[in-house]
């Protein structure tokens, strides 16, 4: 399969008496592939970021880093239950520039019970799971809430529509220019997706938003920051 995933995200902070915002958004192009049968850590997965076009009007070093993605490949293993996990950055260097929108597809797919899915179901999933990015870790640990109400019609496919409600706390700690910092927050997310008869995912929509402080321990700050990100991933039948 083959997906256009456009992110929205806005950024605001209280940073030395002034408040800062910024408005960042693009469209990155996936492949996708899921290959079986599936072992004891599920069937093994592959993401391929064929390139990530930046909005104009973004700022020129934001743009610049984005324009250097060209098949950025990432792997890992996706269980029944739509959990995918221990992807493998091929391109570490790159894949920095665009963690920030693609959050390594830990969230890509819908959760949904490991035994299968029925229209009415409801169900909830505790989930954690730590992303690196260069010297930094953060941690996010979440509570998902999510159910099947109806059968819908998505890209001219009948298909069940999964919806969430998410809850989580993030904590993490690293550098940035070589200083050290501490962040602690947490948010909340809500979004659907869309799963065919026949099980493909074809697509859905989420709005995440998040509030957080990040500690600078030598300068003795600590920076209240807020985002907000909306997300559509829209799905194609590869030729």
Request: no cysteine; hydrophobic share 35%.
């Amino acid at each position: 399969m083959r997906y256009v995933v456009r992110r929205e995200l806005h950024v605001e902070q209280a940073y030395g008496g002034k408040q800062q915002s910024q408005d960042l958004a693009a469209l990155i192009y996936v492949r996708v592939s899921i290959s079986g049968p599936a072992d004891t850590g599920g069937y093994p997965v592959s993401f391929i970021v064929d390139s990530v076009v930046p909005d104009s009007g973004m700022p020129q070093v934001v743009t610049d880093n984005m324009a250097r993605v060209r098949a950025v490949m990432l792997r890992g293993r996706l269980r029944s239950d739509g959990d995918f996990r221990g992807n493998v950055q091929m391109d570490t260097t790159i894949a920095q520039n665009i963690a920030q929108f693609v959050a390594n597809f830990h969230d890509f797919f819908p959760r949904i019970p490991a035994a299968g899915v029925r229209v009415g179901e409801q169900w909830t999933d505790t989930v954690a799971g730590s992303q690196r990015a260069g010297e930094s870790e953060v941690t996010r640990r979440a509570v998902v809430y999510s159910q099947a109400p109806a059968w819908d019609v998505r890209n001219g496919t009948r298909s069940l529509r999964i919806e969430a409600t998410t809850r989580y706390t993030v904590s993490g700690a690293g550098q940035n220019s070589g200083q050290p910092f501490e962040l602690s927050g947490g948010g909340a997310t809500a979004s659907q997706g869309f799963l065919a008869e026949d099980g493909r995912f074809l697509g859905g929509e989420s709005h995440d938003s998040t509030d957080m402080t990040i500690s600078l321990p030598v300068q003795g700050l600590a920076i209240p920051v807020r985002q907000r990100s909306h997300s559509t991933v829209t799905a194609f039948l590869l030729p």
